[in-house]
């Protein structure tokens, strides 16, 4: 079955970065775009960028222009995605989830929290 | 950017109970609507594609319809697990969007 395993959770310092990774089975890695979507406590998700681990090509939403980047190793169908410049404001839950054209997030990673404090 | 505006934010229902949760999107989104489902400490789980489409696996009982901007998530005959809180998020543009999401609450 397709599953999405990611990294444990992390504490950073105001200004630090964090990556968080995002292991794949079940499918083709190649197959489908990895995204990042991220939950502050109480909050609806928020989505922060594609990449396809086929081509490299990414896109991120502006507002994590500059910040984020998102890659992947595709010998070990694992996916990254680094935060920089961290603040308190980024504290929440990272999520990867895949998607295809056409078809929504179908298949959702557990979880990271990142915790971001000084 | 397409805003999603969920309604309402709470509900408040008992079990058998016929419940619709509404999201209106600020600009067309044709079809490329997505509705999903979140308990705590859990990712969401995808219900509805193509703001009609059940996902393999989903109880008949969820039923997703609309078009352009503006979209329903109905559950018909409420269960003790559909107690959770459901967003829709648009695909028809990036950057994609979710709603603020609808609690179903035990009444």
């Known amino acids: 079955q397709v599953q999405l395993v990611q990294s444990g959770a992390e504490v950073a310092k105001p200004g630090a970065s964090v990556k968080v990774s995002c292991k794949a089975s079940?499918?083709?890695?190649?197959?489908?775009?990895i995204n990042w979507v991220r939950q502050a406590t109480g909050q609806g998700p928020e989505w922060m960028g594609w990449m396809n681990p086929n081509s490299g090509n990414s896109g991120y939403a502006q507002k994590f222009q500059g910040r984020v980047t998102m890659t992947s190793n595709t010998s070990m169908s694992t996916a990254y995605m680094e935060l920089s410049s961290l603040r308190s404001e980024d504290t929440a839950v990272y999520y990867c989830?895949?998607?295809?054209?056409?078809?929504?997030?179908?298949?959702w990673g557990q979880g990271t929290l990142v915790t971001v404090s000084s | 950017d397409i805003q999603m505006t969920q309604s309402p934010s709470t509900l408040s229902a008992s079990v058998g109970d016929r419940v619709t949760i509404t999201c209106r999107a600020s600009?067309?989104?044709?079809?490329?609507l997505a509705w999903y489902q979140q308990k705590p400490g859990k990712a969401p789980n995808l219900l509805i594609s193509?703001?009609?489409n059940l996902e393999s696996g989903v109880p008949s009982r969820f039923s997703g319809s609309g078009s352009g901007t503006e979209f329903t998530l109905t559950i018909s005959g409420l269960q003790p697990d559909d107690f959770a809180t459901y967003y829709c998020q648009q695909y028809n543009s990036s950057p994609l969007t979710f709603g603020g999401g609808t609690k179903v609450e035990i009444k």
């Open positions: 193509k703001a009609s």
């Open positions: 989830a895949r998607r295809r054209s056409g078809i929504p997030f179908d298949s």
């Open positions: 079940g499918y083709t890695f190649t197959s489908y775009d």
């Open positions: 600009q067309s989104i044709v079809g490329w």
